[in-house]
């Protein structure tokens, strides 16, 4: 079968790979995700007698990267060789963040209508406004799947969870049109964007005009605060990224259960309206809004020992534990 992935052909079955970081013998390297197990890709590609430079930069494998072609084949020939995968898939690995330190860490606020019903505002048609995009600081509250979320001492009451779909980027870009913007994905991951619904720095302060804004933005950058991944998916295996069911428990309790296909602003629409005065460079994510179901608009909030589970078809269950801390 031909490794072409264009539109409008038959897709190769290697393209339907799931990348990830992981951690074998204290040192990072990629591997193919498949849940509950990892298949190292350099061992995978010794097996297929593939000549392949072994790195754990994910976007050297996807759209863009100068070894696409060759994991594509090697992802082929696993899918050909089932044994020989499940001889080399590892149980154990530790799953680090899919991109360790991006350029740019992109969030949308209020993307989904029912999100911001709930939230007691009245949703706008897309016509009549634009995406609010804002930013976490990636080198802190990055976090990865399996990893332990904080429950910030400064304010530990009102942590809640928002599950979103996460676009990586893999090419430079800038003044994109929405045809084309999706040319430019290198692949999909899953966003938990925890955020504090309460922060109230200095309680007894006197009140200023904009104390509102900026309680909201503090929420968002409390450290590990943004469990990223368990993997990225190669685009072509998502040939349309809004009609994704995405779905938040919480020790089980199903909380967000709704699709991408909800989305005010489509992914291609954001990528337009980010790159229009922002340069987008590979490795930045950007993450796409939430869904109704977070726990604010039902007065219930994150504490230690929660299991929170982040699921989006087609990529995987990012899951991550809460737990209590001194600062």
Request: charged share 20%; with cysteine; net charge negative.
């Amino acid at each position: 079968a031909s490794l072409g992935c264009s539109s409008g052909h038959q897709i190769h079955q290697g393209c339907k790979m799931k990348l990830c970081r992981f951690e074998q013998e204290g040192n990072p390297e990629t591997g193919f995700y498949r849940e509950g197990s990892v298949i190292p890709l350099k061992a995978a590609a010794e097996a297929a007698g593939e000549s392949l430079e072994a790195t754990d930069d994910l976007l050297t494998y996807l759209p863009h990267g100068a070894d696409r072609e060759a994991a594509l084949r090697v992802a082929a020939w696993l899918e050909g060789n089932p044994d020989a995968a499940a001889s080399l898939a590892v149980t154990s690995a530790k799953i680090l963040t899919p991109v360790p330190r991006p350029n740019k860490l992109l969030l949308l606020a209020g993307n989904y209508a029912k999100h911001i019903e709930e939230g007691g505002e009245i949703a706008v048609e897309r016509a009549q406004t634009y995406p609010y995009v804002f930013m976490k600081p990636a080198s802190t509250t990055l976090n990865r799947h399996g990893g332990e979320i904080p429950i910030p001492a400064v304010s530990p009451d009102n942590i809640d969870w928002e599950c979103e779909l996460g676009v990586v980027i893999g090419k430079k870009a800038k003044g994109l049109s929405e045809a084309e913007a999706l040319d430019y994905v290198a692949g999909y991951t899953v966003v938990n964007d925890i955020s504090d619904r309460g922060f109230r720095p200095n309680p007894n302060r006197a009140e200023r005009d904009r104390d509102k804004f900026f309680d909201w933005q503090h929420g968002k950058w409390h450290d590990g605060s943004c469990p990223v991944g368990p993997c990225v998916a190669c685009p072509e295996s998502i040939p349309d990224p809004q009609v994704l069911p995405l779905k938040l428990t919480v020790n089980g309790v199903v909380h967000q259960d709704a699709s991408t296909a909800m989305q005010i602003f489509p992914v291609a629409a954001v990528i337009e309206f980010i790159s229009s005065f922002v340069t987008l460079e590979p490795g930045d994510i950007i993450s796409t809004g939430t869904a109704a179901g977070v726990g604010h608009a039902k007065g219930v909030h994150l504490k230690a020992g929660d299991q929170v589970e982040a699921s989006i078809e087609g990529i995987g269950v990012l899951k991550n534990t809460m737990v209590s801390s001194d600062c």
